[in-house]
């Protein structure tokens, strides 16, 4: 577990070591010293090894139709089950060159669909459910699904996501696990895992090469338009070896998580169930979500499983934490056996950090908790960098893993970071002007990051998240407006009041901010508001910082984010550029002139605070 010295043992953490090479032309990279080693040829080589030596471990667990017990699956039954379906495939004469898409949550049969898929060599492309569950219009998805224009569509449940199939004329079997016969023409899902698997299955399973796709991932939107990610067997195999080297603990310790993070994004696929894959831990199957009404399953999860490592987005975290704050019991057993919780996807305000310490530091004083995050994208398997150390607060994104370079070029007043390596994307499905305007002349990807070091005497202490590139804008005085570390900035200073804030004054002379209210403050009066929002601009400009760096007019939005409109992911953060576009009529109202909800540093203006919280259109 996590104790004083376990930071100094190198059988548990790789030490931190980091080479930096500079360039002629102001830019210089970063790499670990250390080789990457050997790593599987397939994803399915690790089920085939745990078949084999622990068959009897939990593999999958999810909550049962009683929602009292869990439906399990040890490592023999999910291969067993996995050779069933992928047998099934086979017979339908599934082409290579034809993906199978999944449209709905994580749970034990599209895992089973999804690992089946890649066993034969054929490539798996989970979709968010947010397309077709959530999304009031289908035409996006549609859309999606003729891009990718797969063999198989499978969800959960044919009343649920069956309607958002309707009128789409893409040629692809139906498979649902529920309800199969309300969809005409669908096929049930339970006499796929009853095939008899023929040796077919392996044949197909040998013939897989490492630069196979093994699934696509569609990008979050965050800068534009999705686009469909090639994930190959060595990129996610590759990424999963360099985290071993670094979290040595994992050779020995089997992960065990609770976990909602969606098999739709790289986070929860391919950093978290590939993890628990790759060393034979267990996943129990979280059907919570940081949300109002579903946070409570969570809660109730972790503290019937106790998981050894605890992954999740800044705003899950802020979702829970009231819950452990406000019960010790709750917190010491959930924390009781975790050895690290880790962040990652979006900035972590500082103030969540210091929330997380304070209530391990109650629940287990004799043991220090480990929080710690990764940085990445779906195009890099994720993982390019880890701190694997103990760190003081939030902002440090680590250092580069073994097998991959990560390169600072100087992109106006910040550094662009850029990676190259094994476990980087050889492009994006069927797209190559975009694939092409992704690398830069000499192969690096650009991942549209900016980063600095920590201490440009030691880069093995890590680099510091400095925002998105293409986020940042100029005031009309030139000055160049950092969003990603003002907004982390601005959300900590208004903890707990706001769940996140998308910054204005794009080619204007002053900033501005528009605040999306969290699950406290949408009950919250306006003057405790009004309060609120004056003290932190006013705390910002009394600390001298310039006109980059303080706002000086607030609009509190009366509706949430809409997740039609791409203006917040399933994994809760928003989507500046979304939401900007969206509503060009509230940036009007907030940069105006004699608006009263507009709250100004200077003290006039007020502010209104609806109770939509209420709404239904907050994604779960």
Request: hydrophobic share 40%.
């Amino acid at each position: 577990m996590t104790t004083p010295g376990f930071f100094e043992d190198e059988s548990q953490l790789a030490p931190p070591r980091t080479v930096r090479i500079d360039f002629d032309d102001g830019s210089f990279a970063l790499r670990s010293p250390v080789a990457l080693k050997p790593y599987a040829r397939c994803i399915g080589e690790w089920l085939e090894r745990w078949a084999r030596e622990t068959p009897d471990a939990l593999a999958l667990a999810e909550r049962d139709d009683s929602g009292e017990g869990w439906r399990k699956l040890d490592y023999q039954a999910l291969r067993r089950a996995v050779g069933a379906v992928a047998q099934s495939l086979l017979d339908m004469g599934i082409a290579k060159h034809r993906p199978v898409v999944i449209l709905s949550d994580n749970a034990i049969d599209h895992a089973v669909l999804m690992l089946a898929t890649m066993h034969i060599g054929r490539t798996a492309c989970s979709l968010s459910s947010a397309y077709s569950r959530m999304a009031k219009d289908p035409t996006r998805l549609h859309g999606i699904l003729r891009t990718l224009d797969p063999a198989l569509i499978y969800a959960s449940d044919a009343k649920v996501y069956g309607p958002a199939l309707s009128g789409c004329d893409v040629d692809a079997v139906k498979v649902f696990s529920r309800h199969a016969d309300t969809h005409t023409g669908a096929l049930p899902f339970d006499p796929l895992m009853q095939t008899e698997e023929t040796p077919a299955v392996m044949q197909a399973f040998e013939a897989i090469l490492p630069d196979d796709h093994a699934k696509y991932l569609l990008t979050s939107g965050s800068t534009g338009k999705p686009k469909v990610v090639i994930n190959t067997h060595r990129m996610l195999c590759a990424n999963q070896q360099m985290m071993a080297q670094t979290w040595r603990f994992l050779d020995e310790e089997k992960p065990v998580l609770v976990d909602w993070l969606p098999w739709s994004h790289t986070f929860g696929a391919n950093h978290n169930f590939n993890m628990v894959l790759c060393h034979g831990g267990a996943l129990y199957i979280d059907e919570g979500r940081p949300a109002p009404g579903l946070i409570e399953k969570t809660v109730r999860n972790l503290r019937e499983v106790r998981p050894t490592l605890l992954f999740n987005v800044p705003r899950g975290y802020d979702m829970l934490l009231p819950f452990l704050e406000a019960d010790d019991a709750l917190a010491a057993e959930v924390m009781s056996r975790l050895r690290l919780a880790f962040y990652a996807a979006a900035a972590l305000a500082p103030s969540t950090w210091q929330r997380l310490e304070a209530v391990a530091r109650r629940a287990r004083p004799e043991r220090p908790l480990w929080l710690t995050t990764s940085w990445g994208a779906t195009e890099t398997s994720p993982a390019i960098t880890t701190a694997h150390w103990r760190l003081d607060g939030a902002g440090c994104i680590g250092a580069p893993l073994p097998g991959l370079e990560l390169k600072f070029v100087p992109n106006g007043d910040k550094l662009e970071m850029r990676v190259k390596g094994v476990s980087v994307f050889p492009g994006y499905r069927n797209a190559p002007r975009e694939t092409s305007a992704a690398f830069d002349d000499e192969g690096y990807y650009r991942i549209g990051d900016a980063g600095f070091l920590a201490d440009t005497q030691r880069p093995e202490r890590g680099v510091m998240f400095h925002g998105r590139v293409a986020e940042d804008f100029k005031l009309t005085s030139g000055t160049w407006v950092s969003v990603g570390t003002l907004r982390v900035d601005l959300v900590s200073r208004l903890a707990p009041l706001a769940q996140d804030i998308v910054i204005t004054g794009h080619d204007r002379d002053e900033i501005g901010m528009l605040v999306f209210p969290s699950p406290q403050g949408g009950s919250r009066p306006r003057e405790e508001w009004h309060a609120a929002l004056q003290r932190v601009m006013r705390e910002l400009r009394d600390a001298g910082g310039g006109s980059s760096q303080c706002p000086v007019r607030a609009l509190v939005l009366s509706a949430p984010p809409d997740i039609d409109a791409g203006e917040i992911t399933d994994k809760g953060y928003v989507n500046q550029r979304a939401v900007l576009a969206r509503r060009a009529p509230e940036v009007e109202r907030l940069h105006g002139a004699g608006d009263p909800e507009v709250v100004r540093v200077d003290g006039r203006g007020a502010v209104r605070v609806d109770r939509w919280l209420e709404s239904k259109k907050i994604a779960s």
